[in-house]
């Protein structure tokens, strides 16, 4: 079955800089790559995804990339702002099945 | 468009009593997955749902867990038999018919079993 690692576990960075977390996934079947932003006490809140027909997806300050060949994504977030400081989580699932999650970062933006 | 509701939002259970967690899906979303949730860690995947029908089941303890979404009616995670080790946050997602890669996740019930 698949199997998604993340790191780092924990992040902290400077407001105003960028935060980028790393997801390998498993399963080369897998083409969908979500990821979920979640504060504390509440349900995760897709953030951005990616399908495995593109390499790149791009929202205001957060930016995912995807390699396929090499099985791994990435979240990237620009200007960092205190209110990111959150858990992120991302995950793989083949079209149509649950998700896989990865184990979480938690991500600290320093004023 | 409310999002995806659960309730109750806390939940304490003594060991051995039975906990009903309930989900009711965005509008017009048919599918309901159901994830658990052990302080600190990832969410992980129980049981996905259609209408009347148990799509997969594979992540699900084989004992006293069960989970139905009836043609009426919200969803429900039912646990019987409740011990320490079920103490976790179970998270109901739902998905639209048309497109159900996205998932869109309710606010998390917290169950304690004293």
Known sequence: GENVEQHPSTLSVQEGDSAVIK????????????????????????????????????????????????????????????????????????????????????????? | NAGVMQNPRHLVRRRGQEARLRCSPMKGHSHVYWYRQLPEEGLKFMVYLQKENIIDESGMPKERFSAEFPKEGPSILRIQQVVRGDSAAYFCASSPQASYNEQFFGPGTRLTVL
Request: glycine letters at 6%.
């Open chain 1, 23 to 111: 997801c390998t996934y498993s399963d080369s079947a897998s083409n969908y790559f979500p990821w979920y932003k979640q504060e504390l006490g509440k349900g995760p809140q897709l953030i951005i995804d990616i399908r495995s027909n593109v390499g790149e997806k791009k929202d205001q300050r957060i930016a995912v990339t995807l390699n396929k060949t090499a099985k791994h994504f990435s979240l990237h977030i620009t200007e960092t702002q205190p209110e990111d400081s959150a858990v992120y989580f991302c995950a793989a699932s083949n079209y149509g099945q649950n998700f896989v999650f990865g184990p979480g970062t938690r991500l600290s933006v320093l004023p």
